[in-house]
């Protein structure tokens, strides 16, 4: 290639003086078409110089197959990830690999960086990109018990694919919002690396300034469990989550109106995972493919689900009341009497709440209260302690909560009938409700005052399906017999039989 001043020289003999290139090609000694090129050339920037990939022929076989263990080992934690070692070791055992591990860790530094840098550039806010999800909740009526009355639900949305998946809860707590994740993540198999929620209280204490957050501990803790990463949307700015609002819309107009009949929570949200899964049998608006089959690229960039399980309960130390009983979101639930006025461990679920031992032992276990319903009672615990102490039942205010007919029943009982009774309705309680220890009393008090004995009898009778029996009733005519006749004479004939028979 000529210098600069000599290609200058050229270009201004030929179109400033008008020289030919013939003899400008002898006066410099330049070939005629090297003249010509120089003279003619309109564009002298500097070349964007493309480096050529250089030819690799051991490694160009495996390049393919290596690529797709660092994607895979990008879904899974750093210390599952299989090492340039490894994958050297495999790359031998499998496809007979020739070449040195020098070879092969050479280029498996050099592929994870770039991997990371595509990983990288798909976390541009906004982009839908596979695997990328948002969060939010929804509100519906439902039809329960008899009543209207609107319920909750959680949406997951992938904006690449247009799927959804949905769950109904029967409240926008932390504990439901982090049980409907964990759902999403292993109903799918895997864990969306990105996932843009609203700031939603679950999740989100304090909006800070310049767009940070203070979370909530249960949520931060989730978080790391599963590994995925978390983006806020700006406070107002609903738009930033504008595919799971419009899913939100959808699920409700497509899957919840009319009100639908909840018998069994659980019963329905198994059925929403089926018609979640048929919506996507349909084009997707824009891309004109079939919902289904982009979300199975959704579901190929989710991340691996980590060995264990999320136990999503939350542990708290409350103070229980003079009665016993402690306070969680305005509802009581009974401790026992021992706890009276003192602290007590709770374990909180979605759907649980867990009265535990200083060893996490479950003393007394209830169903989380939801919508009107504010005390939850369990008896047991107190009955136990009262089995010893008889005389104070009355006295008590646990006693005015009994039903009826076991105040009616103990009344009529004496100082250790008292006492067995107790102890009979503490043991049927562990396992059993109280309403069928109440019906086992009804059906034995039908006819007389019971004993414990008839009472557990009934009970078992109840719980084993068998139902009460009927007692045996003796035939009202008595069969006619002889009349008996006393006195010497019966004697005598007596004997003058049995002379005969002699």
């Not at 989730?222 to 609002?245: I, Q, S, T």
Request: glycine fraction near 4%; charged fraction near 35%; charge should be positive.
């Amino acid at each position: 290639m000529l210098q600069v001043d000599e290609i200058k020289y050229i270009r201004n003999e030929v179109n400033s003086k008008g020289y030919s290139y013939s003899d400008v090609a002898r006066r410099t000694n330049t070939d005629f078409r090297t003249v010509k090129k120089y003279a003619d050339m309109d564009n002298f920037q500097p070349e964007k110089k493309k480096k050529k990939a250089q030819p690799a022929p051991v490694m160009d076989p495996v390049k393919d197959i290596v690529d797709q263990w660092l994607r895979e080992d990008m879904k899974k934690k750093k210390k599952y990830r299989r090492t340039a070692k490894r994958i050297w070791q495999l790359l031998k055992d499998e496809v007979s690999f020739k070449g040195s591990e020098r070879t092969v860790r050479g280029y498996v530094s050099k592929r994870k960086k770039e991997l990371l840098e595509e990983s990288d550039d798909a976390a541009l806010p906004l982009e839908s990109k596979p695997g990328d999800a948002q969060v939010d909740f929804g509100e519906a009526p439902f039809k329960v018990k008899g009543k209207v009355i609107d319920l909750p639900y959680l949406v997951l949305s992938f904006p690449y694919s247009n799927a959804f998946l949905v769950q109904v809860f029967e409240a926008e707590n932390q504990e439901c919002f982090l049980e409907g994740l964990k759902r999403f993540f292993h109903h799918l198999q895997g864990v969306p690396k990105r996932i843009r929620f609203d700031n939603l209280s679950p999740a989100v204490k304090k909006v800070l300034p310049q767009g940070k957050r203070e979370l909530t501990e249960g949520f931060k803790r989730f978080a790391l469990h599963y590994g995925f990463e978390y983006e806020f949307c700006n406070p107002g700015a609903g738009n930033e989550k504008g595919h799971v609002e419009a899913m939100v819309k959808y699920a409700r107009n497509n899957f919840f109106l009319p009100e639908r009949t909840v018998y069994q929570l659980d019963n329905l949200n198994d059925r929403l995972w089926e018609e979640a899964e048929k919506d996507r049998n349909r084009p997707h608006y824009e891309k004109k493919q079939e919902i289904a089959r982009l979300f199975e690229e959704d579901k190929e960039a989710l991340m691996y689900l980590p060995p264990e399980e999320y136990s999503c309960v939350r542990y708290e130390t409350l103070k229980a009341d003079k009665y016993g009983y402690i306070l969680v979101d305005t509802k009581r639930y009974s401790t026992s009497p021992r706890f009276a006025n003192q602290k007590v461990l709770a374990g909180i679920t979605y759907n649980r709440i867990d009265i535990l031992s200083d060893n996490y032992e479950v003393i007394v276990s209830h169903e989380r209260l939801y919508g009107e319903e504010s005390k939850s009672m369990k008896w047991q615990p107190y009955l136990y302690l009262m089995a010893k102490r008889p005389t104070a039942l009355k006295y008590t205010t646990f006693y005015d909560q009994l039903p009826f007919k076991w105040q009616t029943y103990l009344e009529e009982c004496t100082l250790e009938e008292k006492k067995k009774a107790l102890q009979l309705l503490s043991d049927l309680l562990k396992d059993h409700s109280l309403e069928t220890a109440t019906e086992a009393l009804e059906i034995a008090s039908e006819r007389c005052h019971p004993s414990t004995e008839t009472i557990k009898q009934v009970f078992h009778q109840l719980i084993h399906g068998r139902g009460s029996r009927e007692t045996v009733r003796l035939k009202s005519t008595v069969p006619v017999m002889p009349i008996a006749e006393r006195g010497m004479n019966q004697y005598d004939v007596f004997f003058q039989q049995e002379r005969r028979k002699a």
